[in-house]
């Protein structure tokens, strides 16, 4: 497994995490429960779930940070590696639903 330092790993918390609580938002605004199975890749895919009434600036902004999200695991894992990656995103996952009073 790949070391990483202090600095690194505050710097990708710190962006993981900002994320993760804008989308979290978002999703509120929009009614969307992103912890249901398959809902990120729907969204993400740009499928309407509920009848139209998610087509609204809300879920465009959230759709797009999602997919931020994405690429930004894929340059974490480019600069981390993929075990330290996936390891950082998963303990801001869980940060975030332990302010958000989830899981």
Same mark, same amino acid.
């Given at each position: 497994m790949t070391e990483i330092?202090?600095?690194?790993?505050?710097?990708?918390?710190?962006?993981?995490g900002n994320l993760?609580?804008?989308?979290?938002?978002?999703?509120?605004?929009?009614?969307?429960?992103?912890? !249901? %199975?398959g809902m990120v890749d729907s969204v993400i895919a740009n499928t309407?779930?509920?009848? #139209?009434?998610?087509k609204s600036r809300a879920f465009t902004t959230m759709r797009g940070l999602l997919i931020l999200r994405l690429l930004m !695991? %894929?340059?974490a894992s480019a600069e981390l590696g993929s075990r330290a990656a996936?390891?950082? #995103?998963?303990?801001?996952?869980d940060r975030?639903?332990?302010?958000?009073?989830?899981?």
């Open positions: 330092s202090h600095y690194q790993f505050e710097r990708w918390s710190r962006q993981f993760d609580l804008q989308i979290y938002r978002l999703s509120l605004a929009c009614k969307i429960d992103l912890g !249901q %199975t309407d779930l509920s009848g #139209g009434k998610n !695991q %894929t340059k996936a390891t950082l #995103g998963h303990y801001q996952l975030l639903y332990e302010r958000i009073g989830r899981r």
